[in-house]
Structures are given as structure tokens and as C-alpha cells.
């Protein structure tokens, strides 16, 4: 099996050279992913921390390659690395690694639109930058295969921070309604305590759903 992966990589880089080298890096996120499920049953913080960087890296390469010939920009799936990031608790400095990385990425790429300093004009295999121009009417129809990535990339992002976004406001809201009620219940009973009245204060204190320590 692993010789058939190393022959099917090779293989690709024969026929679209730079387009495949932009993904190995997610691939080998993918497969160090795999290993890691079947070897630990579990995804560890250290590994999930390395998919991340490989994924963002990956991103980042086919981001160039598309901004190169004016296709989808897929930068922003990186908004949902870093939920990702926040979700599962990762170390600090995996967010900022990130943001750090498209940040400088969003400037090297807007200082090329800006000032045409060479980063297009490196070769992309096959990719030309005036592709799109080449017809009757530019721009050019992009084709369905193109709208449907431009489609589904937009889309995730969009339902994905969304989904994320709103487990955190849920837990949130419950860690806050939860403390509220903790309060509230302490008050009634230090009021109940102070006049001696226990048996109140036994009441709402069996009657309130304080937060688990």
C-alpha cells in the first residue's frame, strides 16, 4: 500500500507538478491524523496541533495558486481551523500561530495586487494568470466544477463558524444562567440564616439547581 501511495504521488507530480506539491502538505496532515487514531485511538493535542500548521499551510499554498490564475480564494477556511483550535482547547500559541500566518500571508499577497513584484510571475505548472481573459467577453465563465468549489468552500465556512460560534454562546449563556441562580440561591439563604430561619434556608436550598463544583 504505501509503495501504491508513493507511485500515485509521483505520478501527479509528473502530470501538474506545482498543484500537487500545494496539497501534500494537507495529505500529510491527513495520513499523520490516521496514524494517529489507529496508534493512540484517540487524536492527541501535539498531533492535532501539527495537522492544523500542515492544513493552514496547504490552505495558504493553494491560495497563491488560485489568486495566481484568479480562481477561488480558499484562505478563509482557516477561520475554521482555528474554531477548530479554540474548540479543542489547544495551547494558546496555536491560534496566534495562525493569525499570524494569514495576516502576513493577507499582506505578502495584497503587497503583489498592489505593487506586481514577482510572486504571480513564479510558475505554476500549467496555471496562467490571463485564462480568464481569454474570451469574447472577459471575464471569462469560470465552468460549474469552479462554482461549486467557490460554492461549498463559502458555504462551510460560513455554517461551520456559525455552528461553532453558537455552541460557545450556548455554554456561555448556561455558565452564566447557572451562576446567577448559585447567587440568587445564596442571598435567599444568608437572608433566611440571618433571622435564624433555617427551615427556609433548607428550602430554597433544595429547591434551587446550583452549578456542579
Same mark, same amino acid.
Request: charged share 15%.
Given at each position: 500500500?504505501a509503495?501504491?501511495?508513493i507511485?500515485?504521488?509521483?505520478?501527479?507530480?509528473?502530470r501538474?507538478?506545482w498543484?500537487?506539491?500545494i496539497?501534500?502538505?494537507? &495529505?500529510?496532515?491527513a495520513v499523520?491524523? !490516521?496514524v494517529?487514531l *489507529? $496508534? #493512540?485511538?484517540?487524536?492527541?493535542?501535539?498531533t492535532?496541533?501539527?495537522?492544523?500548521y500542515?492544513?493552514?499551510?496547504s490552505?495558504?499554498?493553494?491560495d497563491?495558486?488560485?489568486a495566481?490564475?484568479?480562481?477561488n480564494r480558499?484562505?478563509p477556511?482557516i477561520?475554521l481551523?482555528l474554531?477548530?483550535?479554540?474548540?479543542?482547547?489547544l495551547? &494558546?500559541?496555536?491560534?496566534?500561530?495562525? !493569525?499570524?500566518?494569514? *495576516? $502576513? #500571508?493577507l499582506?505578502?499577497i495584497?503587497?503583489?495586487?498592489?505593487y506586481?513584484?514577482?510572486?504571480?510571475?513564479?510558475?505554476?505548472?500549467?496555471?496562467?494568470?490571463g485564462q480568464?481573459?481569454?474570451?469574447?467577453?472577459p471575464p471569462c465563465?469560470n465552468?460549474?466544477?469552479?462554482?461549486?468549489?467557490?460554492?461549498?468552500?463559502?458555504?462551510c465556512?460560513f455554517?461551520?463558524?456559525?455552528y461553532?460560534t453558537?455552541g460557545f454562546?450556548?455554554r456561555?449563556?448556561?455558565e452564566h444562567d447557572?451562576?446567577?441562580?448559585?447567587?440568587?440561591a445564596t442571598e435567599?439563604?444568608?437572608?433566611?440564616?440571618?433571622?435564624?430561619?433555617?427551615?427556609s434556608?433548607?428550602?430554597?436550598?433544595?429547591?434551587?439547581?446550583?452549578p456542579?463544583p
Amino acid at each position: 500500500m504505501a509503495a501504491t501511495v508513493i507511485v500515485s504521488i509521483w505520478v501527479a507530480l509528473e502530470r501538474h507538478a506545482w498543484h500537487s506539491f500545494i496539497v501534500i502538505p494537507g &495529505a500529510l496532515g491527513a495520513v499523520i491524523m !490516521l496514524v494517529s487514531l *489507529v $496508534v #493512540w485511538k484517540q487524536a492527541k493535542d501535539e498531533t492535532i496541533e501539527v495537522v492544523l500548521y500542515l492544513g493552514s499551510l496547504s490552505i495558504l499554498l493553494n491560495d497563491w495558486y488560485d489568486a495566481k490564475i484568479m480562481g477561488n480564494r480558499p484562505w478563509p477556511i482557516i477561520v475554521l481551523l482555528l474554531d477548530l483550535a479554540l474548540v479543542c482547547r489547544l495551547p &494558546a500559541r496555536v491560534s496566534c500561530v495562525l !493569525l499570524a500566518l494569514v *495576516v $502576513v #500571508w493577507l499582506i505578502i499577497i495584497g503587497s503583489e495586487e498592489a505593487y506586481r513584484w514577482g510572486l504571480y510571475e513564479i510558475p505554476l505548472g500549467n496555471a496562467r494568470r490571463g485564462q480568464y481573459f481569454d474570451c469574447a467577453n472577459p471575464p471569462c465563465a469560470n465552468g460549474l466544477p469552479s462554482a461549486l468549489s467557490a460554492f461549498l468552500t463559502n458555504t462551510c465556512v460560513f455554517m461551520f463558524d456559525f455552528y461553532f460560534t453558537r455552541g460557545f454562546a450556548h455554554r456561555l449563556y448556561r455558565e452564566h444562567d447557572a451562576k446567577k441562580t448559585a447567587i440568587l440561591a445564596t442571598e435567599r439563604i444568608a437572608s433566611s440564616l440571618s433571622h435564624f430561619d433555617l427551615t427556609s434556608a433548607e428550602a430554597v436550598l433544595s429547591a434551587s439547581t446550583l452549578p456542579e463544583p
